[in-house]
């Protein structure tokens, strides 16, 4: 395997659509970063490998809730 494939599950980046390597072991959500254009994307959907833009805004809710 070459070192910059990480898996053998392959997406394709929603802005740039590079092929993406993904580690075998993802789960539903996990953050992955685009390596050509570098954006924040996330799982979406594991069969067939469905990569998104991560949600940040979510993700500040999520924080400011747990910090109460």
Same mark, same amino acid.
């Given at each position: 395997?070459?070192?910059?494939? *990480?898996?053998?599950?392959?997406?394709?980046?929603?802005?740039?659509?590079?092929?993406?390597?993904?580690?075998?072991?993802?789960?539903?959500?996990?953050?992955? *970063?685009?390596?050509?254009?570098?954006?924040?994307?996330?799982?979406?959907?594991?069969?067939?490998?469905?990569?998104?833009?991560?949600?940040?805004?979510?993700?500040?809710?999520?924080?400011?809730?747990?910090?109460?």
């Amino acid at each position: 395997m070459s070192p910059n494939k *990480t898996g053998r599950e392959k997406a394709r980046c929603p802005e740039c659509l590079a092929a993406i390597w993904i580690k075998d072991d993802v789960e539903l959500w996990d953050p992955i *970063t685009c390596p050509e254009c570098h954006a924040a994307l996330q799982v979406v959907r594991l069969r067939p490998l469905e990569l998104d833009y991560l949600d940040e805004e979510w993700e500040d809710e999520v924080y400011d809730e747990e910090e109460e």
